[in-house]
C-alpha cells in the first residue's frame, strides 16, 4: 500500500523550498513548490533532504497565494504559471489540491511534476486541477526501475494511462543514466508505451548530473553513483533519436 500524509487541516502542507523564478518545471516563468516527503529513493536524487515526510516546514495555502499573488504579472506575460513538485507531492493531496484550485482561481497555469507512485483514487482531486502533469518515467525496465528507486514502476504506469483515459496534457521526464537508464530495450520499451498514448505534448531528456551529491555526503547516505559519468551529448542525441523513430516529440532539457 502507497502512504500518503494527511496534513491537519487541508489548508496545512508541508514544504522543503520554493523557487520564484523557475524556466525548467514547466512553460514560462514559474513559481515551483518543492514539497516535502517521498516514497522513492532515487539514486540520483539530487535533494535527498526532501525524503523525510516530517522534514520542511509547514504552510498554508493562504501564506502561498499570498506570496505567489506577487509574481503573477511575471508568470502570465511569460505564459507560465505555479509548478508543484518535490519530495512527492500527491503524498499531499489534499493541500496540493486547494493549492491549484486557488491558483487556478487568479487566473494562473497549473502544473504538477510526479513520479506517479501514488494512490490514484487519492490523486485524482489533484489531477482536477492541474493543467499539466510532468511525469517522471525512470525507467521502463522493472528490474531497472525497482534498483534506481526501491520501489515498483507499475503504480506510474496506471497513472499514465489513467491521465491519457482523462485527456490530460503530460510532458514525461526521463533521467538518462549512463550504466543504469540508457540501455536500447529500456529506452526503446519506454519509446513503445508512450507511443500508445494519445496525450503526451513530448518527452524530456534530462542529463545525469551529480550536483546534489554533496547533500548525500552531509547527511550520512551512501551516494552510489559517484563514478558514474554524466552523458555525452551522442548518447543524449540517440535516446532522443529512439523516441522520435516511434512519433513522439522528444527533447534535451
Same mark, same amino acid.
Given at each position: /500500500?502507497?502512504?500518503?500524509?494527511?496534513?491537519?487541516? *487541508?489548508?496545512?502542507?508541508?514544504?522543503?523550498?520554493?523557487?520564484?523564478?523557475?524556466?525548467?518545471?514547466?512553460?514560462?516563468?514559474?513559481?515551483?513548490?518543492?514539497?516535502?516527503?517521498?516514497?522513492? @529513493?532515487?539514486?540520483?536524487?539530487?535533494?535527498?533532504? !526532501?525524503?523525510?515526510?516530517? +522534514?520542511? @516546514?509547514?504552510?498554508?495555502?493562504?501564506?502561498? =497565494?499570498?506570496? $505567489?499573488? @506577487?509574481?503573477? !504579472?511575471? /508568470?502570465?506575460?511569460?505564459?507560465?504559471?505555479?509548478?508543484?513538485?518535490?519530495?512527492?507531492?500527491?503524498?499531499?493531496?489534499?493541500?496540493?489540491?486547494?493549492?491549484?484550485? @486557488?491558483?487556478?482561481?487568479?487566473?494562473?497555469?497549473?502544473?504538477?511534476?510526479?513520479?506517479?507512485?501514488? %494512490?490514484?483514487?487519492?490523486?485524482? *482531486?489533484?489531477?482536477?486541477?492541474?493543467?499539466?502533469?510532468?511525469?517522471?518515467?525512470? #525507467?521502463?525496465?522493472?528490474?531497472?526501475?525497482?534498483?534506481?528507486?526501491?520501489?515498483?514502476?507499475?503504480?506510474?504506469?496506471?497513472? +499514465?494511462?489513467?491521465?491519457? #483515459? =482523462?485527456?490530460?496534457?503530460?510532458?514525461?521526464?526521463?533521467?538518462?543514466?549512463?550504466?543504469?537508464? %540508457?540501455?536500447?530495450?529500456? =529506452?526503446?520499451?519506454?519509446?513503445?508505451?508512450? +507511443?500508445?498514448?494519445?496525450?503526451?505534448?513530448?518527452?524530456?531528456?534530462?542529463?545525469?548530473?551529480?550536483?546534489?551529491?554533496?547533500?548525500?555526503?552531509?547527511?550520512?547516505?551512501?551516494?552510489?553513483?559517484?563514478?558514474?559519468?554524466?552523458?555525452?551529448?551522442?548518447?543524449?542525441?540517440?535516446? $532522443?533519436?529512439?523516441?522520435?523513430?516511434?512519433?513522439?516529440?522528444?527533447?534535451?532539457?
Amino acid at each position: /500500500m502507497i502512504h500518503t500524509i494527511y496534513p491537519p487541516a *487541508s489548508t496545512i502542507g508541508r514544504i522543503h523550498s520554493i523557487e520564484t523564478c523557475g524556466t525548467v518545471d514547466g512553460p514560462g516563468l514559474r513559481y515551483v513548490i518543492f514539497m516535502q516527503g517521498c516514497a522513492l @529513493r532515487c539514486l540520483y536524487c539530487h535533494n535527498p533532504d !526532501s525524503r523525510e515526510t516530517h +522534514a520542511g @516546514r509547514e504552510v498554508t495555502v493562504e501564506e502561498l =497565494i499570498t506570496d $505567489i499573488v @506577487r509574481y503573477r !504579472s511575471y /508568470m502570465q506575460a511569460s505564459g507560465g504559471g505555479v509548478t508543484v513538485s518535490g519530495g512527492e507531492p500527491l503524498l499531499q493531496p489534499q493541500f496540493v489540491a486547494e493549492l491549484l484550485h @486557488r491558483c487556478q482561481a487568479i487566473g494562473l497555469h497549473t502544473a504538477l511534476d510526479t513520479s506517479g507512485y501514488c %494512490d490514484l483514487e487519492h490523486a485524482k *482531486s489533484v489531477l482536477e486541477v492541474t493543467d499539466l502533469v510532468l511525469l517522471d518515467i525512470k #525507467s521502463f525496465d522493472p528490474e531497472i526501475y525497482l534498483k534506481l528507486t526501491s520501489v515498483h514502476l507499475e503504480p506510474t504506469l496506471k497513472l +499514465a494511462q489513467y491521465l491519457d #483515459s =482523462i485527456h490530460k496534457p503530460v510532458w514525461i521526464r526521463f533521467v538518462l543514466v549512463p550504466g543504469v537508464t %540508457d540501455a536500447p530495450h529500456n =529506452i526503446q520499451g519506454l519509446a513503445d508505451f508512450i +507511443a500508445t498514448l494519445t496525450n503526451i505534448d513530448r518527452v524530456e531528456i534530462l542529463p545525469f548530473h551529480k550536483m546534489g551529491e554533496y547533500k548525500w555526503q552531509q547527511l550520512g547516505y551512501d551516494y552510489q553513483l559517484t563514478n558514474t559519468p554524466t552523458p555525452t551529448p551522442e548518447q543524449i542525441q540517440l535516446a $532522443i533519436q529512439q523516441f522520435q523513430t516511434r512519433g513522439i516529440p522528444a527533447i534535451a532539457a
